[in-house]
């Protein structure tokens, strides 16, 4: 018997993973820029940002559609099954995260060129998004080695978003009575928050991962019933 | 008891044909009563080995055929899978030289049992071929009613009508053929053929129906309408299938067993028997993962 067959139609669905990867790569990119925006009040920063999301949203219906093509063709079946399954989940939450950093972005031009930021709250900013580019990178090397213990680790890398998201919170709460400095403190509620989401997508993708190497899918984490 | 061997003569003229009948399971003059739903029975095999002379074709085959599901057997061209069909009622043994070792039971009972008629056993496990074999110049009424005309016990004609319209209604071949019963089978297309041949085994009331890739001539059209045909006997019938097309395992069978060889010549092994959902979406030995995935074969 051959040893490998269909070399063609593993190839396609290699290179999709690859493109569907990618992805997370442009992510990266665009929340990198979104921090550095943040950091800066640069609001021309944010509008690329917010005009750059084209090529995320291309990335996925390009390769959401070859995905089905490949479905429609080629009739996989067993791991290519599962592997197109996680494939059509890994590119929507790349699309979702693509969206979440225009989300960050849009906020930045309400409080104009010199709004009264408070810098404890900007660190915080920048290290959640710096944290949530960490569990991005690490989804993304826990899906190409197919590493599922790599992947269960997103849960407690995301917990550390998480209670830098409470931080933010409880700092808003007590920023003073400056009306520009609540308005201001309420914009980066909304921007930790679309922070907090990223990094939870980076574990849905994680996810994906055990669901590939072991047939079976479970959240590492059920938000409705926290252990 | 399966039915006992018995002095049953049969003209030398006659044995093709009675083969051919067998094969549609052709002995019973009882009407089908079976009720829709009603248990079907299981087939066991225990340590199965066939050859064909010296030439071992299948080794050590053990496997529980569940009644009332379709068992679809996968895999390469020479595993074995039709040879081990043709075991279960005992057709293997009609190719001059061949021969069975091990146990294949129905219900418990032994297929193989000295004391059982082997054209018994073919009337309780129906067969329907790779090629429609309709008898191609006898009526659609006379094709299916040829199990009951072969066998000595005389049916009114009017029981013989309800035997007929009802196998042909459990075929799905009823509204299509009902005003051109005495047209010759062979005017049929090959999907109708196929379904008028289902109808033929199962006018006998048979307990298991093995069928040996029956859409492989078919064309899509046909083909679905045979599995959909498929998926409605089994709450009758425990039906085993052999294909080669994947997609038809799986869209058609409940439980899905994979027959592979290690190379040409050697025998061919069960690998791996399973539900079918898990089978095609997360098997357990990498050989049946390669041969779903079509990796080879």
Known sequence: MPEVARAEYLEELANLEASALGGLDLVNIALGRTLEAVEHQDIELAQIVVADDDRIDGRYLEVHQALITLLATQSPVATDLRLISSLLHVLKNVERMGDQCVNVCKVIPISGNEPPADEEMVRLILTMGRQTKTLIMQAKRAFEERDVEMAQDLVRQDDVVDDLNRDCFRLALEIGDDIDKREWAMTMLLAARALERTADNAVDIGEQVAFVVTGLFREFEDASHPS | ?297
């Open chain 2, 1 to 297: 008891m399966l039915g006992s061997a018995t002095k049953r003569a049969v003209p030398e003229e006659k044995k093709a044909e009675v083969t051919d009948s067998r094969a549609a399971g052709a002995t019973s003059t009882e009407p089908v009563t079976k009720a829709a739903g009603r248990p079907a029975k299981t087939i066991e095999t225990r340590g199965v080995n066939l050859f064909y002379g010296d030439f071992q074709a299948v080794e050590e085959v053990t496997m529980t055929i569940e009644p009332n599901k379709v068992t679809a057997l996968i895999g390469s061209s020479g595993c074995g899978k039709t040879t081990f069909l043709r075991s279960l009622n005992r057709m293997h043994e009609l190719t001059p030289g061949a021969r069975v070792e091990g146990a294949v039971t129905l219900d418990g009972e032994d297929v193989y049992d000295s004391r059982v008629d082997p054209v018994a056993v073919r009337r309780l496990i129906g067969m329907v071929f790779q090629q429609p074999n309709p008898f191609p110049t006898m009526s659609i009424y006379d094709n299916v009613a040829a199990g009951l005309n072969l066998n000595s016990t005389k049916i009114s004609k009017a029981q013989k009508d309800g035997v007929v319209e009802r196998s042909l209604r459990g075929a799905h071949l009823w509204e299509e053929v009902k005003d051109r019963l005495d047209k010759p089978g062979g005017g049929l297309s090959g999907g109708q053929q196929q379904r008028l041949c289902i109808a033929r085994a199962i006018a006998v009331e048979p307990e298991v129906l093995l069928m040996d890739e029956p859409c492989s001539a078919l064309d899509p059209v046909a083909t679905l309408a045979v599995e959909d045909l498929i998926g409605e006997l089994k709450s009758r019938y425990t039906i085993v299938i052999v294909t080669h097309n994947m997609q038809q395992a799986a869209r058609a069978s409940d439980v899905t067993a994979f027959f592979n060889l290690d190379e040409t010549g050697k025998p061919g092994h069960l690998v791996e028997m399973g539900p079918t959902e898990a089978i095609f979406t997360n098997p357990n030995e990498k050989e049946t993962e390669d041969y779903v995935s079509g990796r080879f074969g």
